[in-house]
C-alpha cells in the first residue's frame, strides 16, 4: 500500500493568491515525521517545512504553512501570495519512527505547481 | 559551494558501458542515498549508508553498485544497464541521530539516459 498519496498531478494557481497542495499518509507508527520538498526544473530537491505527529501547532516557515489533520491522516502543503519562483514539484515525505536506521523518507509521486503571472 | 554536490550533471551510455556516479558532501553528515527518480513514479529510495556502513539495499539490481570510502562520498558504479534505468538519481545526506525531524540534503541529480 502507498504510504504517501499525492491526488493532484497539477496544480495551477495565480500570482499571488493562495494554494493547497493536497498530501494523505498511511503509517500504524505513532510516531512519525512529514516533510515537504520542492523540486525546481534544476532537479534539486530543497526542503521546505516539517511537522511531527505530537506537534501540537501547525508547523509555518514564512509563506509556508501545513494543515495537519492527524485524524484524517493528512498534511496539506499552504503556500500563501504565490509567487512565479513558486513554480515547481512539490513532494510530500514521511519518516516513521520504527525506520531508525538511516532516517529514510517516503516520498509521494509529487504535485506539479505552476503560478501564472 | 552546494552543501551536496553530485556528478556529472547529464550521462548518457550504452548498456554494455561502465560509468560511475559522484556524490560529495560538505555538510559533516553521517548518513548518505541514492534515491531513483523516474517519471510520474515517487523517488524510490536504493540505497541507505549509515557512518560509511550500507544499511539498506532495496532490491536494487546487482547492475547498480554502491560504494561509500567515507563518510563526505559516495559512489553508484553502473554496469550493463538497461534502457529503462534511465531516470534522474538523486543523492542525499542526513545526519543521522535517531530523530524524525531530521531533513535531507539532496544534490541536483543526475540525469542518465541509457541507449
Known amino acids: 500500500a502507498q504510504k504517501i498519496t499525492q491526488t493532484q498531478p497539477g496544480m495551477f494557481v495565480q500570482e499571488k493568491e493562495a494554494v493547497t497542495l493536497d498530501c494523505t499518509y498511511d503509517t500504524s507508527d505513532p510516531s512519525y515525521g512529514l516533510f515537504w520538498y520542492k523540486q525546481p526544473s534544476s532537479g534539486e530537491m530543497i526542503f521546505l517545512i516539517y511537522q511531527g505527529s505530537y506537534d501540537q501547532q501547525n508547523a509555518t516557515e514564512g509563506r509556508y504553512s501545513l494543515n495537519f489533520q492527524k485524524a484524517r491522516k493528512s498534511a496539506n502543503l499552504v503556500i500563501s501570495a504565490s509567487q512565479l519562483g513558486d513554480s515547481a514539484m512539490y513532494f510530500c515525505a514521511m519518516r516513521e519512527a520504527q525506520e531508525t536506521s538511516g532516517s529514510r523518507l517516503t516520498f509521494g509521486e509529487g504535485t506539479q505547481l505552476t503560478v501564472n503571472p | 559551494e552546494t552543501g551536496v554536490t553530485q556528478t556529472p550533471r547529464h550521462l548518457v551510455m550504452g548498456m554494455t558501458n561502465k560509468k560511475s556516479l559522484k556524490c560529495e558532501q560538505h555538510?559533516?553528515?553521517?548518513?548518505m542515498y541514492w534515491y531513483k527518480q523516474s517519471a510520474k513514479k515517487p523517488l524510490e529510495l536504493m540505497f541507505v549508508?549509515?557512518?560509511?556502513?550500507?544499511?539498506e539495499n532495496n532490491s536494487v539490481p546487482s547492475r547498480f553498485s554502491p560504494e561509500c570510502p567515507n563518510s563526505s562520498h559516495l559512489f553508484l558504479h553502473l554496469h550493463t544497464l538497461q534502457p529503462e534505468d534511465s531516470a534522474l538519481y538523486l543523492c542525499?545526506?542526513?545526519?543521522?541521530?535517531?530523530?524524525?525531524?531530521?531533513?535531507?540534503?539532496f544534490g541536483q541529480g543526475t540525469r542518465l539516459t541509457v541507449v
Open positions: 542525499a545526506s542526513s545526519q543521522d541521530r535517531g530523530h524524525l525531524n531530521t531533513e535531507a540534503f
Open positions: 555538510l559533516g553528515h553521517n548518513a
Open positions: 549508508y549509515s557512518l560509511e556502513e550500507r544499511v
